[in-house]
């Protein structure tokens, strides 16, 4: 298990150092924004696996499926952090008062995500599942409400200053959102089915 760690950790350190090494090369500012895109690719990642389970139960035994299914809570580790880091470099950026109230109403939709992502990545071990028991499943349901605060998040914030990144972003943001609501219902279907 701990090879495993170390290996994600290089993978996640690399794609990391890439990523800082050509926005320094391209537009220092642009930093945040693909730290903040990687994301929510990572956060998507987590996804995928329940979604295509249920939306496309063909595909539930792919290489891809399995895989990011093994990795889950790796993968959900590293969308918090990247999260953490488009957070602190946009705070630091825009030199947010953080004792000001005010800037929790203006930046809500992150300030949650980066709440739920918290909790989420604190509670992703195996000791946390043991010791919250039922209550672990409950809290990381956490993670369908970041479903639909994250296109919200990146639509009011990219606003009026749209990046190459952002049409993707929000692209594939409601994209998960409507899978979402695809597998949710196609699974009340089944269970009026069967009651």
């Known amino acids: 298990m701990r090879k495993q760690v170390l290996v994600f950790l290089a993978i996640f350190l690399s794609i990391y150092s890439i990523a800082l090494l050509s926005t320094l090369l391209v537009n220092p500012g642009l930093f945040a924004n693909i730290v903040g895109f990687l994301s929510v690719l990572s956060y998507i990642a987590t996804l995928l696996p329940s979604l295509i389970k249920v939306n496309s139960p063909s595909c539930r035994k792919e290489k891809i499926v399995t895989y990011l299914l093994k990795y889950r809570r790796h993968i959900g580790v590293t969308a918090f952090s990247l999260g953490l880091n488009h957070g602190v470099l946009l705070i630091l950026k825009r030199k947010l008062d953080l004792l ?32 919250l028991k039922s209550n672990w499943k409950k809290l990381h349901q956490l993670t369908y409400i970041a479903i639909f605060v994250l296109p919200w ?3 009011d914030k990219m606003l009026g200053h749209w990046t190459y990144i952002t049409p993707i972003a929000v ?22 089915q069967k009651s």
């Open 153 to 155: 998040h990146i639509l």
């Open 171 to 192: 692209l594939l943001a409601i994209v998960v959102a409507i899978l979402f609501i695809v597998r949710r219902y196609k699974e009340n279907l089944n269970s009026l």
């Open 100 to 131: 000001d109230f005010h800037t929790y109403i203006q930046y809500f939709q992150g300030f949650t995500l980066l709440l739920i992502f918290t909790a989420l990545a604190f509670t992703s071990s195996d000791e946390a599942v043991k010791n």
